[in-house]
């Protein structure tokens, strides 16, 4: 089956410091990859996604993530955090094949420390 | 954001008793679903509809029913509360069907069963 894997669960950052989130899927065929962010408090929220094309992705707020697909991994990036970073951040997948559903990893818990 | 509102937003209930939470939109999107979200999981699918009186079961289905009457509402029933159902409950609504679709999501339900 399908699925995808968070290789961090929980993260711990200082302001300013360099950020990268680990994401893999398993499935051998085309996917669409997304991630979602969950601030404390509020729903989820998309923050960026790729379908087809550049693999490295811009989102909101200075995110962005590489798409590896030797890799099977779409891994999350910023250069420099902010404390309003602190969140749960979701890794998704959606597949051509499979219809409408979307498959989520298990997230990672980001608080940044001011 | 996108028209979503849960209700109630935190709900505290015992074993054994009926629990129905709601879901109502106002974008008259077509596609509605409830996922659960726990620790270590991630959001699972519990049920979607794809469209009046049209549902039909996620990967964790058990102990749940779900109905539509209207596009704008998706309910979401725990016919009889166990423990292991407390959890966070987000509804997720989207346009199409399309797999490059993105969801919007409500704020939550927090449900706890004692």
């Known amino acids: 089956a399908q699925s995808v894997s968070q290789h961090n669960h929980h993260v711990i950052l200082s302001e300013a410091a360099s950020l990268e989130l680990g994401c893999n899927y398993s499935?051998?065929?085309?996917?669409?990859l997304f991630w979602y962010v969950q601030y404390p408090g509020q729903h989820l929220q998309l923050l960026l996604k790729?379908?087809?094309?550049?693999?490295l992705v811009k989102g909101i707020k200075g995110f962005e993530a590489e798409f590896i697909k030797s890799k099977f991994s779409f891994n999350l990036r910023k250069p420099s955090v902010q404390w309003s970073d602190t969140a749960e951040y979701f890794c998704?997948?959606?597949?051509?094949?499979?219809?409408?559903?979307?498959?989520f990893g298990a997230g990672t818990r980001l608080f940044v420390k001011a | 954001d996108a028209g979503i509102t849960q209700s109630p937003r935190h709900k505290v209930t015992e074993t054994g008793t009926p629990v129905t939470l709601r879901c109502h939109q106002t974008?008259?999107?077509?596609?509605m679903y409830w996922y659960r979200q726990d620790p270590g999981h991630g959001l699972r699918l519990i049920h979607y509809?794809?469209?009046?009186?049209?549902?039909d079961k996620g990967e964790v289905s058990d102990g749940y029913s779900v109905s539509r009457s209207k596009t704008e509402d998706f309910l979401l029933t725990l016919e009889s509360a166990t423990s292991s159902q407390t959890s966070v409950y987000f509804c997720?609504?989207?346009?199409?069907?399309?797999?490059?679709?993105?969801?919007?999501f409500g704020a939550g339900t927090r449900l706890s069963v004692l």
């Open positions: 997720a609504i989207s346009e199409s069907s399309s797999p490059k679709n993105i969801q919007y």
């Open positions: 790729y379908f087809s094309g550049d693999p």
């Open positions: 974008e008259n999107h077509r596609y």
């Open positions: 499935y051998g065929g085309t996917v669409n």
């Open positions: 998704a997948i959606s597949l051509n094949t499979g219809g409408f559903k979307t498959i």
């Open positions: 509809s794809y469209g009046v009186k049209d549902t």
